[in-house]
């Protein structure tokens, strides 16, 4: 593997940015975790696909990250490139009959933002949520009772060494913070099904979805959501709660005393912290409720 051989064959040759060693505490929502060996913000579909070819002939691994908000990285970092997706990526466009498409790298709050100012209806339950339409398509994000899966038309990918494909929302199974896409391949755009409505009509209900947002979720400090995946119809949150585990810390990581499956940075906290307090959330959910929690977040740069 040479990172050094990319990096100098990319830099300045693509319309791409690349940087090396830049800290994924400026890249998170956690603001945790160690230096990325390499960073590339590539701006055109040109320099993404000249980009993996470079980092697969020289043998470096590498991930996609949008906003970094279901992420942990680890304190000692990731040897690799984080690919991120910049300008080609963040348009959005405005079509017939409520069809709005949109890049992978836009901010899901924008989108939302972009909904109501066309007065379409159909991602108030996105309020509030973090992170790029491109991770909220690989995690089916949403609510219990609705999920960006349930507005796409279709979504283009791109299969790296083989091109971009197309796949009609129909034809991918979406399940719970999960989808049939392979994680080989890379969410680039998506076309979204919206319906006319008046726009006071959506701006309150957004309003709404927003205020309980604020009213159960730890806003004011950094996390990365919900932790644990609810098992089945049950309520992780009402578990871990049961069990007494908010305001269990170690270090500067703490579980939050608004939502119990939010582990919160109170400032210092280090990616052992959190791993620490999670650990502790399992095991004490394990013990007195026989439940095995499956992580939500993602992990980078752990060696298991």
């Known amino acids: 593997m040479s990172l050094f051989n990319a ?55 590498w991930v996609v990250m949008g906003k970094g908000s279901n992420v942990l990285v680890s304190d000692a970092g990731f040897e690799g490139c984080v ?66 899966g349930q507005r796409l038309s279709d979504v283009v990918v791109l299969r790296p060494g083989e091109g971009l494909h197309r796949y009609p929302a129909s ?17 680039l755009e998506a076309t979204l099904r919206l319906e006319p409505q008046d726009k006071a009509r959506i701006a309150s209900e957004m309003d709404q979805r927003l205020a309980r947002r604020r009213r159960t979720q730890p806003m004011g400090k950094p996390s990365c959501g919900s932790v644990f995946r609810n098992p089945g119809t049950e309520s992780v949150a009402k578990m871990l709660d049961e069990c007494g585990l908010k305001g269990y810390s170690v270090g500067g990581a703490s579980v939050s005393d608004t939502h119990a499956n939010f582990i919160v940075n109170n400032g210092d906290a280090t990616a ?24 939500e977040v993602k992990f980078l740069g752990f060696s298991s």
């Open 171 to 187: 034809e991918v199974e979406w399940g719970y913070r999960r989808t049939s896409i392979p994680t080989s391949e890379i969410v």
């Open 7 to 61: 990096y100098v064959t990319l830099s300045g040759a693509v319309d791409a940015d690349i940087s090396r060693d830049e800290r994924m505490a400026h890249r998170t929502t956690y603001r945790i975790g160690g230096p990325a060996s390499m960073v590339a913000v590539c701006h055109t579909y040109a320099a993404l696909v000249k980009v993996l070819d470079v980092l697969h002939e020289e043998g470096v691994e």
């Open 83 to 148: 690919i991120v997706l910049g300008r080609e990526f963040s348009r959005i466009t405005l079509g017939d009959d409520g069809l709005v498409t949109a890049g992978a790298g836009v901010i899901l709050s924008k989108l939302v933002t972009f909904a109501l100012s066309n007065s379409l209806a159909g991602l108030e339950f996105a309020c509030g949520i973090p992170g790029t339409l491109g991770g909220a398509i690989s995690m089916d994000a949403g609510t219990r009772h609705e999920w960006i």
């Open 272 to 295: 052992r912290d959190v791993i620490a307090v999670m650990g502790h959330m399992h095991d004490e959910v394990l013990e007195k409720r026989g439940v095995d929690l499956q992580p």
